[in-house]
């Protein structure tokens, strides 16, 4: 990661906190990674894991009393960190912009679909009524949306849920935005407009040229659409890889455990799912060592009082976790 120059995004040791009336809850600790152009990124891990809180703080939208406390963020010769609102509005929708989860709650209900599209356009481009509204028009059709006229004039209700899913694809990429971060944008749908979503993704992203941060706690999705897979948990990335690296060498037993937990179709013994015991940490109080060590089967004495270093295994995979660093301990440093 050191050429800055081939990097459309590098973060470096973000830490994101919200302070609340009971304490600082640490979202984000240290969160490092890069993107080049025409990267399709997964980050996946459980609820609260800081993947949302990661494009969020990325894009600038983070909600009171949300604020990053450290690191960079570099995004297309931008300092994101250092960018007031005013400036973000400039940037988010033109050069980067989101697909957010629920698109029901995310488009406005006493607008048609038209009037948000042409918004976005209008706003981040010179184009005038006339040719924002054919803009419009054509990017539902660039999306898949048959009867793009009638389309424009309906409200979200009208609409089936693959389709507001659409229409909410369609406007982040009303500008040709370099990098789309899609949050979970597949949640509320049937297996079948979800294939039909994806498929749709990485169409776009050949014909546009764009990156992709997909973010989901599915690793069946990453498996089908990603490169690079990262790991999170408790505001950490715990492992970095190429999907291949992830789904047959994982090297943290965090990434282990949701492997296990995914069924194999392919498998003739017929093995049971194997879930991950406990629950997530406390953010408020979280523990000195690894994050994931009080729902480790493998956890140390170590594991629980210091946070491993990152070992990396190749140029494009690395992890923290102790049990990568067994022959470089001794038993006093075990002990200590």
């Not at 539902?140 to 694809?169: C, D, F, T, W």
Request: glycine share 6%; with cysteine; proline share 5%.
């Amino acid at each position: 990661m050191s050429d800055q120059e081939n990097y459309m995004l590098k973060i470096n040791n973000l830490r994101t906190s919200f302070f609340t009336p009971v304490g600082e809850v640490k979202a984000l600790n240290n969160v490092t990674f890069a993107m080049k152009e025409g990267d399709v990124l997964g980050i996946v891990g459980e609820s609260g894991s800081g993947k949302s809180v990661t494009s969020y703080s990325l894009l600038g939208l983070l909600a009171y009393p949300g604020k990053i406390v450290g690191g960079t963020i570099r995004f297309n010769g931008h300092e994101i960190e250092k960018k007031t609102e005013a400036e973000m509005r400039k940037i988010r929708g033109d050069e980067v912009s989101i697909i957010f989860q629920d698109p029901m709650t995310s488009l406005n209900p006493v607008y048609t679909v038209g009037n948000q599209i042409v918004e976005v356009i209008r706003l981040h481009t010179d184009k005038d009524a006339a040719a924002a509204q054919a803009r419009a028009k054509e990017l539902l059709e660039l999306v898949g949306i048959n009867e793009a006229e009638k389309r424009l004039k309906q409200y979200p209700h009208e609409l089936s849920g693959g389709m507001r899913q659409r229409v909410m694809i369609a406007i982040a990429l009303a500008c040709e935005p370099k990098l789309l971060i899609a949050d979970e944008p597949t949640t509320a749908l049937d297996v079948t407009i979800q294939a039909q979503i994806l498929e749709l993704m990485i169409e776009l992203k050949n014909k546009l040229g764009m990156s992709i941060i997909m973010i989901t706690h599915d690793l069946g999705i990453v498996s089908n659409m990603c490169e690079k897979i990262a790991v999170m948990y408790a505001g950490k990335i715990l492992e970095y890889g190429t999907v291949d690296e992830i789904f047959y060498t994982p090297r943290h037993e965090y990434t282990k455990g949701l492997l296990r937990s995914i069924p194999n179709l392919m498998d003739r013994e017929h093995k049971k799912l194997v879930p991950i015991e406990g629950t997530p940490v406390d953010m408020l109080k979280p523990p000195k060592g690894c994050p994931f060590a009080p729902r480790c089967e493998s956890c140390m004495r170590i594991c629980l009082e210091h946070m491993p270093e990152v070992v990396h295994f190749s140029d494009t995979h690395y992890s923290a976790c102790w049990l990568n660093q067994k022959d470089e301990w001794t038993k006093e440093s075990v002990e200590a």
